[in-house]
Structure formats: structure tokens, C-alpha cells
């Protein structure tokens, strides 16, 4: 069965670096999300990404995060300059439509920032 | 945007009781998915289903679109359904999934 990969599944950072979390999503989907869940919190949505471009975003990304589709396969989110707050579970997914359809899940990447 | 609760916020079962999660949601809905979050943090698809009634082994999902409200029903509970329930909704032309807060399940032997 297809699946959403992420890597790395866990990473810890200093603050001020900057972090690329990774994740390849089902090869026949188009849309594709990512979303965060700050510790014992519930899980909310990040930005979503279709052709090559932003199609919405949170007030939580901000200038500080990018997201990019460098080749036909990955989907990265880019933190520039990490904060302690940024210490979350990071999850990307995707879909096949932009509603209407189910949207499958990454594992998570675990981002801890000391 | 669209609100999503989830009740109850937490809950302790024996195993092998029964039960019945709910979430309730305040505008109509295009998609409607249930995850179960594990204690590694990993959310597994559980169901996909905006409306209608669907089951998958122990475990099955009723969806009431027009009343607003969805449940997940647990039978025969097993320590290993230990976790957190989330319900996430996909509201209006919005293309992206608002989550509940979350059911916190704890089965006991």
C-alpha cells in the first residue's frame, strides 16, 4: 500500500540553525500538507502546497518556515532559524484532490530544539 | 473557520468493554477522518468517512453529516487500542484538516 514517508524521524537542533524536514509523498498525489503538533496539543495545519506553490498557510508560518518540492518526489519544510517553541512533531501529508478526498499521513518527524 | 470538539477528553476502560467516542463539528463538512495517535506519536488512518457507517474489525465509524456529529465505537477493547483519538475535519472549500483536541484512551487490564 502507498505511504507517506518523512525523514528523519527524529532530529535535535540548537536554536538559531536552521532544520529541513523531509518527506516523499504518494507518487500519484498533488496536494500536499504539512501540519504540527506542539506536546500534549492537537495537531494543526501548517501550510498546504499544489504546482509548485503555496495555496494556504497558517498564522503560525511565518517567515521563518519555506516549504519547497525540489524534484518530482520530495516535499520539504524549511525552518530557518529554529526557537524552542519550534519543538513539535512535524507531519506531511497528501492527497490525490483539494477536498473531498482522504489525506494520508507521514509518521512524523519529531523536531526537538535545545 | 469550522470548530471541531471531541468528547469525552479522557477515558479509562477495562479491557474488553465497550465504547463510544464523539465529535461534533459546526459547519458541514467535505471530509471527516479519525486517527489513532500511538504512544510513539505516529497518527494511524483509522477511518475515512464523511458520511455513512463504515467498520473495520473492531472498530467501526458512523458519520451523521446533517446533524453535525460523528462517533467511533471501540468493542472488545485491548490495551493496544492505549492512545489518543483524533477527529479532523475538511470544512467549506478549505483544503486542509482541522483537528479536535483529542480523546485520551487508556484500557487497562
Known amino acids: 500500500e502507498p505511504e507517506v514517508t518523512q525523514t528523519p524521524s527524529h532530529q535535535v537542533t540548537q536554536m538559531g540553525q536552521e532544520v529541513i524536514l523531509r518527506c516523499v509523498p504518494i507518487?500519484?498525489?498533488?496536494?500536499f500538507y504539512w501540519y504540527r503538533q506542539i506536546l500534549g496539543q492537537k495537531v494543526e495545519f501548517l501550510v498546504s502546497f499544489y504546482n509548485n506553490e503555496i495555496s494556504e498557510k497558517s498564522e503560525i508560518f511565518d517567515d521563518q518556515f519555506s516549504v519547497e518540492r525540489p524534484d518530482g518526489s520530495n516535499f520539504t519544510l524549511k525552518i530557518r532559524s529554529t526557537k524552542l517553541e519550534d519543538s513539535a512533531m512535524y507531519f506531511c501529508a497528501s492527497s490525490p484532490l483539494p477536498t473531498g478526498t482522504e489525506a494520508f499521513f507521514g509518521q512524523g518527524t519529531r523536531l526537538t530544539v535545545v | 473557520g469550522i470548530q471541531v470538539e471531541q468528547s469525552p477528553p479522557d477515558l479509562i476502560l477495562q479491557e474488553g468493554a465497550n465504547s463510544t467516542l464523539r465529535c461534533n463539528f459546526s459547519?458541514?463538512?467535505?471530509?471527516l477522518q479519525w486517527f489513532h495517535q500511538n504512544p510513539w506519536g505516529q497518527l494511524i488512518n483509522l477511518f475515512y468517512i464523511p458520511s455513512g457507517t463504515k467498520q473495520n474489525g473492531r472498530l467501526s465509524a458512523t458519520t451523521v453529516a446533517t446533524e453535525r456529529y460523528s462517533l467511533l465505537y471501540i468493542s472488545s477493547s485491548q490495551t493496544t487500542d492505549s492512545g489518543v483519538y483524533f477527529c479532523?475535519?475538511?470544512?467549506?472549500?478549505?483544503?486542509?484538516?482541522?483537528f479536535g483536541t483529542g480523546t485520551r484512551l487508556q484500557v487497562t487490564l
Open positions: 459547519d458541514s463538512v467535505n471530509n
Open positions: 479532523a475535519v475538511e470544512g467549506g472549500t478549505a483544503s486542509k484538516l482541522t
Open positions: 507518487s500519484n498525489h498533488l496536494y
